[in-house]
């Protein structure tokens, strides 16, 4: 069954980093673009980074310099290192893998910066 399966959320203070993971399964992992969305509450779903299948990497300009994406293609997964995290950064964060006509996603792994 094709799936993404997203975890690392979790409750952290401002300043401090978690590493979201996002493992896929039963695609050709390694010929997926893959993203991270994000989702807070009241507004739109926003894209987070984005990492082709040949390294290419795109990120939101609020996040540039504090988050990076990267990909593990022998392990079919795709992770999302966050750092120097702020409250504005607490959303629903979703894994996002598209080629051609295929558009998977995830169900989400909540992050809440607070202290």
């Known amino acids: 069954q094709v799936q993404l399966v997203e975890s690392g959320g979790g409750l952290v203070q401002p300043g401090g980093s978690l590493r979201l993971s996002c493992a896929a399964s039963?695609?050709?992992?390694?010929?997926?673009?893959m993203h991270w969305y994000r989702q807070a509450p009241g507004k739109q779903r926003e894209l987070v980074e984005r990492?082709?299948?040949?390294?290419?990497?795109l990120y939101l300009d609020s996040v540039k310099g504090r988050f990076t994406i990267s990909r593990d293609n022998s392990k079919n997964t795709v992770y999302l290192q966050m750092n120097s995290l702020k409250p504005e950064d607490t959303a629903g964060y979703y894994c996002?893998?598209?080629?051609?006509?295929?558009?998977?996603w995830g169900k989400g792994t909540q992050v809440t910066v607070s202290s």
């Open positions: 039963d695609i050709i992992f390694s010929s997926y673009t």
């Open positions: 996002n893998g598209r080629l051609g006509a295929f558009d998977l």
């Open positions: 990492i082709t299948a040949g390294g290419s990497t």
